[in-house]
């Protein structure tokens, strides 16, 4: 019986100078596999493997580039080939041809004018070669050495040779009392006929920022951080850092700090190259958790005080199939939901009508008293009326966590003013902008 050509399908990949084939042995008579072979063919000439391979019913081999070359000397890398599979089984032979467009790795080489950033946005671009019929389809550009953004992975679906860093991706280059000296990169560049190339490259960063006072205080769920110069304000949790929100006069009343996040005034340079000042403050557990949202163009905020209780879960959804063959179950599909419940006794009086259409599935931003933030859905408002004055009553809240910065459900809205202008039509050069800092 025929054996099968498992790969390579459907585009025949040389890399290092060498083209890997595998088979599977498909019996008819229930008999072993006495002997395989595995090559190529050309118009004018075949090639067998240089090594192969059995394990169990697979079996593999690997055929030179030089061998082929050797053999049919007018053969190159681009041209096609016919791969062949053989197996023998009770004395007979079965062979499986596949006819197979042929290619290399793309060559990648990185332009000069991108290793070194003195300001941003910054373009880092590379030179692209492929072969013939093949281009390039999508980048992954990693990052890393930034103790205040962790790594960072940029990838898009782009045939366009080139990346543009705005600097918030990597907190402007920013690092703890100063700035980074280099960037530690990969990119990796995948072409459409499935192969991919990667570099390794380093980003020297150009360019220092003066030092500026930094002072901060922490009250009613909020931090107030003032500084000697304008800053950008960065949230470090457990991924790393994240832009949370900014100001252009040195003065930012934050609403949204939590227990569980550093924070760090990041001021910006000529060419909006960084540093980073952390906020010194010690932000501990708050007396109640909170939601923050937007209602009517309002920014609003629900306390849940005294002794709130809180719970998560996590459901997840999966979808089974089964193959011919095989014993178990393979996961095809699988969702996973979590979800926060928050309850309070009593919170100060408000109209409990109008709560419920704020509410009503609105996205919002929920930080609990013991330190944690998320964006979430409020799925539902319950409450019962308290007897005394005082208190408007128990409240408690289902909601579920989706993707999506926190931060910028509030601090990206246009209730929020105090943003600075970069870049704009009719405002360079203006006090609203930093030194030095424009597009060619």
Known sequence: MQPTLLAPV???????????????????????????????RTTSASCAASSAEVDGEGFSGTVRLADIQQLDPGWEVGGRLTLVASTCEAGEWSEARYD????????????????VITGFPHIIAWDYGDYPGWWQCRYELSIRGSR???????????????????GEEIGFAADFGGTLERLQCTLRVESTSGASATLDFDVAIDGSVEAPEVSASVGDGRLLV??????????IGKGGGERAAWTKTGSLMFDLPDAASRYCAVTLGSGRIGRADEVPVQIGRFPCSYLDYIA????????LRYNPEESASMAGDSEMVRYAGRANPVRAFVATD???????????PLDLGELQDDLRGIEAVYRSGKGGIWRVVVDSVRWARARGKALAGEV???MTVVD?????????????????????????????LYPGVQRG
Do not use: H, Q, W
């Open 296 to 303: 009517g163009g309002e920014r609003k905020r629900l306390e």
């Open 100 to 115: 197979a467009a042929t290619c290399g790795p793309p060559e990648v080489s990185l332009v000069e004018e991108s290793g």
């Open 10 to 40: 459907p585009v025949a990949v040389f890399r290092a100078g060498a083209l890997v084939i595998e088979a599977r042995y498909n019996s008819g008579t229930g008999a072993p596999m006495e002997a395989c072979t595995v090559g190529v």
């Open 404 to 432: 999506g910065s926190p931060y910028g459900l509030l601090y990206d809205s246009p209730v929020y003013v105090d943003r600075m202008l970069y870049p704009g039509p009719d405002v360079y050069p203006g006090p609203d």
């Open 226 to 235: 003032e500084s000697s110069a304008p800053f950008e304000l960065f949230a």
């Open 396 to 398: 408690e809240l289902s």
């Open 148 to 166: 205040l953004m962790g790594d960072v992975t940029l990838a898009g679906y782009s045939s366009e040779p080139m990346i543009e860093l705005t």
């Open 338 to 348: 979590v979800s926060i419940s928050a309850s309070a006794v009593a919170m100060e």
